[in-house]
T-cell receptor
Framework: DSGVTQTPKHLITATGQRVTLRCSPR?????VYWYQQSLDQGLQFLIQ???????AKGNILERFSAQQFPDLHSELNLSSLELGDSALYFC???????????FGSGTRLTVV | EDQVTQSPEALRLQEGESSSLNCSYT??????LFWYRQDPGKGPEFLFT???AGEEKEKERLKATLTKKESFLHITAPKPEDSATYLC??????????????FGKGTKLTVNP
């Protein structure tokens, strides 16, 4: 157990639907990073939050959004889902000035 | 644009046959280089962080080294349980004053008994 908790582990949904992925960071970590992993693209950075504020954006589609709550857990919202959104979505957390990133076990999203 | 290239894409070894994985990078400002191990369907598991050229770190049968343009992950006398995908990532600055990891596509290692 890495200390980073992601739910659900698996999600199957239809095209056009909206889903929410949840991440609880390791205790004490203020930063949360979201990554998408598909077979052909590898791990792609989506977005980062630090203590409730958005700090960096990567290759995140406009249909996707995220937020970090006061208790530091984060949610990634994916809407108007397409077949190509099927992937593993990982959350990682870190503590500022301590250069380590701990990953959760991921959410496997399948869009049918 | 920050880029990380790993080679080979896949590597098959016999148990006990040592080898090296390569990670070359082109970044505007390297803050650190990370190696992760990923098993199928699981999240990346941290192995090493290297910060400066010439630095080396070891853990069991793994040794990571860093130069100004690339990093190597040396695997000595591998065992079947070392089979996994090994990911290299560089830590770079973002416009918001934060940092992120940029990953390579990984090397899938298979060690046959």
């Amino acid at each position: 157990d890495s200390g980073v908790t992601q739910t659900p582990k698996h999600l199957i949904t239809a095209t056009g639907q909206r889903v929410t992925l949840r991440c609880s960071p390791r205790s004490g970590d203020l930063s949360v990073y979201w990554y998408q992993q598909s077979l052909d693209q590898g791990l792609q950075f989506l977005i980062q939050y630090y203590n409730g504020e958005e700090r960096a954006k990567g290759n995140i589609l406009e249909r996707f959004s995220a937020q970090q709550f006061p208790d530091l857990h984060s949610e990634l919202n994916l809407s108007s889902l397409e077949l190509g959104d099927s992937a593993l979505y990982f959350c990682a957390s870190s503590t500022r000035h301590v250069y380590g990133y701990t990953f959760g076990s991921g959410t496997r999203l399948t869009v049918v | 644009e920050d880029q990380v290239t790993q080679s080979p894409e896949a590597l098959r070894l016999q148990e006990g046959e040592s080898s090296s994985l390569n990670c070359s990078y082109t970044v505007s400002g390297l803050r650190g280089l990370f190696w992760y191990r990923q098993d199928p369907g699981k999240g990346p598991e941290f192995l090493f962080t290297l910060y400066s050229a010439g630095e080396e770190k070891e853990k069991e049968r793994l040794k990571a080294t860093l130069t100004k343009k690339e990093s190597f992950l040396h695997i000595t006398a591998p065992k079947p349980e070392d089979s996994a995908t090994y990911l290299c990532a560089v830590q770079v600055d973002t416009q918001g004053g934060s940092e992120k990891l940029v990953f390579g596509k990984g090397t899938k290692l298979t060690v046959n008994p």
